[in-house]
């Protein structure tokens, strides 16, 4: 598998800002302190895939910055054969996840983009806790999503997620 090194030449090589790089790794130090919090509580964390699938989260914003970028992700990092684990970080990791109607509604490729592995659940609210490089308090987060109206369920999941995380 990929190193923390590896992971960040991708985002480069792929296109994406110093902007999207500096976030990447603001996420993904803030997902690796989750993984910790998380093994204290008794949990088996997989640190090496949280660090490298956070990292890559949004190697999709080299080409989108619309809803689109995890599937446009996802894509990227099949086509540079990148474990299909940390390919399902990426394509997971907007929100709470999209459920297949939401993914419809939104004109993406009907699919499950909802996070199922703990990997993949504690990517999705590190992001959710990170706007930039800003580390942020999740009621925070989700002012910005209502201002951009995502809808009360999509914002319940995220409450969700958080409580099932535990960490803030």
Do not use: W
Not at 42 to 48: A, M, R, V
Not at 126 to 154: P, Q, T, Y
């Amino acid at each position: 598998m990929l190193n923390r090194e590896d992971a960040l030449s991708i985002l480069k090589d792929s296109g994406c800002s110093e902007e999207v790089i500096e976030h990447c790794i603001t996420v993904a130090d803030l997902a690796l302190e989750i993984a910790m919090f998380l093994k204290s509580s008794g949990k088996e964390p997989d640190f090496q895939l949280v660090e490298l699938g956070a990292i890559l989260h949004d190697i999709g914003r080299a080409i989108s910055h619309d809803i689109d970028h995890a599937f446009v992700g996802a894509k990227i990092a099949t086509d540079k054969g990148i474990h299909p684990k940390i390919r399902e970080i990426i394509k997971r990791h907007i929100g709470a996840g999209l459920t297949r109607e939401k993914a419809r509604i939104l004109g993406l490729p009907e699919d499950d983009y909802m996070p199922n592995t703990l990997e993949q659940k504690i990517v999705a609210h590190a992001d959710n806790l990170v706007m930039g490089r800003e580390r942020v308090a999740i009621e925070k987060s989700i002012d910005k999503m209502k201002k951009k109206g995502i809808d009360d369920k999509d914002i319940e999941r995220v409450r969700t997620l958080a409580k099932e995380i535990g960490f803030e």
